[in-house]
């Protein structure tokens, strides 16, 4: 009896050592403190999460009907919470930009820009589908000759995105920002001038 015993535990803890490697497929992290009626063996996208991404950005400069454009790329962080299938959360960026154009003897750049968004999103496991908006900032540059005058400059932005589960604690994304810059006088321009572009962008993040 005792024999029969011993055997019947040693299967019960294989079988749920065998049950508990087979989750490892999808991202666990244990009991998830940040889980609102999280299904049970379900993909998390819960808690914080840190990124790096790269696109291209093109916009207007309204007043001088300059359109600068270029290669835009920076880092990412943000916090999720979720309910079932809704995902909703926090996240902020900044950029680092290439993005320049001409007007008569003017040039425009912007060599920077960030944003302190919400986001709502629906989840079918590991495929996020959002709509963010927030806050933006960012600085527009004017160069005339050998003069040079920028004005940082507080707007809005709106988009949406698509995240993807791809390994483990990683994620995959992709996204489109519409952002908004307030206009500024510039001394250099006959005219107050803002920035309006639009940048679509990939990149990935690492969940904690």
Known sequence: MTKFAFAAVAVLVTG??????ADLGY??????PYTVAQPLNGYSWAGPYLGANLGYEWGNVS????????????????YNWQSGNIVYGVEGDIQLTGADGRFANYKFSNPWFGTARGRLGYAVNNVLLYGTAGLAFGSLEAELGNLQQSFTSIGWTAGVGAEVGIYQNWT?????????????NYSLIPSNSG???????????YHF
């Open 195 to 205: 920035l309006d572009f639009s940048t679509v962008r990939i990149g990935v993040n």
């Open 172 to 184: 995959a994304k992709i996204e489109y920002l519409y952002v908004d810059l307030s206009k500024n």
């Open 27 to 32: 991202r666990s992290r244990g009991p998830a």
């Open 16 to 21: 749920v050592t065998a049950t508990q490697a």
């Open 63 to 78: 007043g001088a009907s300059a359109k600068p454009s270029g290669i835009a790329g920076g880092v990412t962080a943000g």
